[in-house]
């Protein structure tokens, strides 16, 4: 049988975290922003930068707060759940603006910071009040959990035949063959054996892993944990596969049993998500690496909307899942993100934001987003380029990282190089046809140099991140 998609103590539950959440929150008003995408879209940087920019006062003209005059100051602060993984921002930034500056490494789990920002209101008690003060939670976690959400109203059987037949599909990788294969040789009615077990799963999951490689760049099969296990690795909750109906299956079985597990998922890892962090957030950043995909041609691009048309469906009201009532009212605005637009030169830039707003708008049409005001800015929460001008073109100057190959040369991580790196096709919907993006793409090193602001002090350098920044928070520091 399958699970109604919530239960009663889901939604208790949930009442309680927000009304614990008011009530903590009588003397200082909280935010929680909630930063999310695929993989490598950006958002460790993008806390990184945001954090950073916060703390030392950064280049930001577009943040009315702090171009008002009006932003006192901000620190960090300890984080009232002691439960959840702190986001590493000190290390972040060494190994950004260290001895040699590197990206920091990827990040699998979910992690979260306080900033305490204290700023005076522009509201007419404010001069007798004093300054105001506002928690900022930051709250990072993988976009792939969202793809998760629509399982919550599939039963095993039903999830089983999407996912083989996905699987099936003559644009799956070689793992997906070597699947069905284990699967074609396994009983699925014999009496549960956990070998048997293990090696389903493992062989599933080198399936979900080879469509995300860079050849493939598919971004859209779930379960989301299977690829970012985090603690639950080798759970059982985690050690399942999709499996054909097969009518002589008996309690024991392996079948029976993974069919148990895949509800244990549920129940372990997609609610409890759901229910204790997404749940909770006020405002939601989904940084998109639009390049990456436009980059890699047509297939990713369209693999691109369709995972964004599957994560924006978290944020859309009035579906027949009941959770999704529950966790929409309360994020009030959504900004679309294109990172890393310090790849492409600032003639492109408006270009780069009309191709986001393209790639959402489906998504955006079909969906309500529970009275969510959304936005879309292509940004660079930390800029690794300058710009140039070599024969009439306008070219990106910056240091390719070690081992990075264009034309036939290969970089050592040393010599700047100024590189024309094309144009955006004008016309978004181009995008989706072969031959019409021609794109050069290399991965820079972090700036050597870093900005200053109107105190003189560093700052990283970015694009566009103070509108970014403006609508995320600015209305809170009104
Ligand atoms: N030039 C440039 N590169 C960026 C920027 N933001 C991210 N990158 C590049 O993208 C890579 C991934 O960025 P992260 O912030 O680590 O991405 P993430 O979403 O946290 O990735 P995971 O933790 O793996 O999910 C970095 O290592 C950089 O190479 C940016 O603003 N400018
Ligand atoms: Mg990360």
């Not at 009309?354 to 708008?361: C, D, G, S, T």
Request: hydrophobic content about 45%; aromatic content about 8%; proline content about 7%.
């Amino acid at each position: 049988m399958p699970q109604p998609p919530t239960t009663i103590t889901d939604e208790i539950g949930i009442a309680l975290g927000n009304l614990a959440d008011a009530a903590s929150g009588t003397l200082t008003p909280t935010l929680r922003l909630g930063v999310t995408g695929l993989s490598r879209a950006g958002k460790t940087i993008f806390i990184t930068s945001l954090i950073h920019n916060l703390l030392t006062g950064g280049r930001l003209p577009g943040f009315a707060p702090l171009a008002e005059g009006r932003f006192i100051g901000a620190k960090l602060a300890e984080s009232p759940d002691a439960s959840i993984p702190r986001f590493a921002y000190e290390q972040h930034l060494e190994a950004l603006t260290g001895k040699t500056p590197h990206w920091p490494e990827s990040t699998r789990r979910i992690s979260q910071l306080r900033i305490v920002l204290k700023f005076q209101s522009q509201q007419w008690w404010s001069g007798w009040s004093g300054p105001s003060t506002l928690n900022l939670d930051i709250v990072d976690y993988p976009g792939e959990w969202l793809l998760d959400l629509p399982l919550l109203s599939l039963s095993f059987a039903e999830w089983s035949a999407q996912a083989l037949a996905r699987a099936n599909e003559a644009s799956a990788p070689p793992e997906a063959k070597a699947f069905l294969a284990a699967l074609a040789a396994t009983d699925t009615a014999a009496p549960m054996h956990e070998p048997d077990a293990e090696r389903l799963a493992a062989a599933f999951t080198a399936y979900l892993r080879a469509s995300r490689a860079d050849t493939h760049a598919l971004s859209t099969l779930p379960p989301g944990r299977f690829l970012m296990p985090g603690d639950l690795e080798g759970s059982p909750a985690l050690t399942f596969a999709p499996l054909p109906p097969n009518p002589s299956a008996r309690a024991g079985s392996l079948h029976a049993t993974l069919e148990r597990r895949f509800e244990a998922y549920k129940d372990v890892v997609i609610r409890p998500f759901f229910r204790d962090h997404f749940a909770r957030l006020d405002r939601q950043i989904v940084l998109v690496d639009t390049l990456r995909a436009l980059n890699a041609g047509p297939a990713a691009v369209a693999d691109l909307e369709t995972a964004l048309s599957d994560i924006l469906a978290c944020f859309r009201q009035g579906d027949a899942n009941p959770f999704l009532r529950l966790i929409s009212r309360r994020i009030d605005r959504i900004l679309f993100a294109a990172t890393k637009a310090d790849h492409v030169h600032s003639t492109s830039h408006d270009r780069l934001e009309a191709i986001l707003n393209r790639l959402v708008a489906r998504a955006a049409r079909r969906a309500k987003f529970a009275g969510a005001e959304t936005s879309s800015v292509a940004l660079a929460a930390i800029r690794a380029t300058r710009e140039g001008k070599v024969r009439d073109l306008d070219v990106i100057i910056g240091t390719p990282e070690a081992g990075e190959q264009l034309d036939g040369v290969t970089y050592d991580g040393t010599t700047e190089i100024a590189l024309f790196p094309g144009d955006l096709p004008a016309v978004p919907d181009d995008m989706f046809s072969a031959g019409s993006v021609d794109l050069n793409f290399l991965r820079f090193l972090p700036p050597q140099q870093l900005d200053r602001n109107a105190e003189g002090a560093s700052v990283l350098p970015h694009i566009r991140f103070d509108r970014a920044l403006d609508f995320l928070i600015g209305d809170w520091l009104k």
